[in-house]
Each structure stands twice: as structure tokens, then as C-alpha cells.
């Protein structure tokens, strides 16, 4: 059974933006803290963090860039990616912290 799925990554030009959305089956998303993964050539690695309550946390190389939001009354997580740069390609994951699931991921590509 599929908890999570993401959408709309793309290519995109640095500089450009896009907005990453993750949609989550089941009652669980509105109690669950929800993250951001992403991979690149390298390991994965915590892009952003949202609580239950809204509080945030950004991975250093995105403060300022990136922005998580969710909206529990339809299970979605966003990611709004601006100033994208091409260090930002990557496969991103939404990721539920306590249920330990992971969608499938949706590819960003960022061209210089």
C-alpha cells in the first residue's frame, strides 16, 4: 500500500523555482512529523523538517531557498525550491518520521 507520493520535480534552470509536493494516504499526516530527503552522487541527506504544530528546520544549504509547508487537511507536504541551484539536483524524498516510510522520490535537475 503506497503512503507517499511525490510530484513535481522537473528541470529547470538556475535561478528558476519549483514546488515539490508529497501526498500522503491515510489519517496519519496530520499527527506525523514530515521531512525532506534529498540524494544526489552522494548520500542522503535532510533537506527540511516539519512538526504537527508548523515549527521548521532547514539544512543549512537551503535557509533562505527552500520553504516546507503542509496542508493536513488534504495530507500534503510542499517543498517551494527558489534560487535553485544546479548543487540542488537531486532525487528528493518526502519521508514520515514516525511510520519510517518513504515515497518513491521525484528528480530535480538544476542546469547552469
Known amino acids: 500500500q503506497v503512503q507517499l507520493v511525490e510530484s513535481g520535480g522537473g528541470l529547470v534552470q538556475a535561478g528558476g523555482s519549483l514546488r515539490l509536493s508529497c501526498a500522503a494516504s491515510g489519517s496519519w499526516f496530520s499527527v506525523e512529523t514530515m521531512t525532506w530527503f534529498r540524494q544526489g552522487l552522494g548520500k542522503r541527506e535532510l533537506v527540511a523538517r516539519i512538526?504537527?504544530?508548523?515549527?521548521?528546520y532547514y539544512a543549512d544549504f537551503v535557509k533562505g531557498r527552500f520553504t516546507i509547508s503542509r496542508d493536513n487537511s488534504k495530507a500534503l507536504l510542499y517543498l517551494q525550491m527558489d534560487n535553485l541551484k544546479p548543487e540542488d539536483t537531486a532525487v528528493y524524498y518526502c519521508?514520515?518520521?514516525?511510520?519510517?516510510?518513504w515515497g518513491q522520490g521525484t528528480q530535480v535537475t538544476v542546469s547552469s
Open positions: 512538526t504537527t504544530r508548523g515549527s521548521t
Open positions: 519521508y514520515a518520521v514516525d511510520h519510517n516510510y
